[in-house]
């Protein structure tokens, strides 16, 4: 078998340098008003912080989220943009948005990563790193 990556074409910005311009932070909140333990419903907020620390601006086309339980239930969500939104965000600046999660128990974790594309129509995926979701005061 040969190796022909070098024969690929190079983009100017490698994948791995455009994920780093881009810095993405997680809060969380318990919603006790909106759970039902006694259903097994607990619901969490997140706020999510998203900056552009490059020297373009970068579009956010779609997201992808891994939820997973304390029973190691899985759930998948993805689609495009978030909350109705695919937002432009230009060098320097940042978007914040709110959204929220039900689990069947009080315990779980989030992951993912966003589909990004620069004004000169590079595509990439910002990770988005593990939060926790948990009730307030917990020790797990």
């Not at 998948?76 to 999660?101: C, M």
Request: charge should be negative; charged fraction near 15%; aromatic fraction near 8%.
């Amino acid at each position: 078998m040969t190796d022909t990556s070098n024969d690929l074409p190079r983009s100017p910005i490698s994948a791995a340098a455009l994920r780093s311009t881009v810095e993405i932070k997680v809060v969380t909140q318990y919603l006790a008003a909106q759970s039902s333990p006694a259903s097994s419903q607990y619901a969490f907020a997140y706020t999510v912080h998203i900056t552009n620390n490059g020297n373009q601006s970068v579009q956010l086309i779609a997201r992808r989220w891994l939820i997973v339980d304390d029973n190691d239930e899985v759930q998948e969500v993805a689609g495009e943009g978030v909350i109705g939104q695919k937002p432009h965000i230009a060098p320097g600046q940042s978007f914040h948005y709110t959204s929220g999660a039900i689990l069947q128990t009080p315990f779980g974790t989030m992951r993912g990563d966003y589909e990004m594309i620069t004004q000169s129509g590079e595509r990439f995926l910002a990770d988005i790193p593990p939060f926790l979701l948990s009730l307030p005061d917990s020790v797990h």
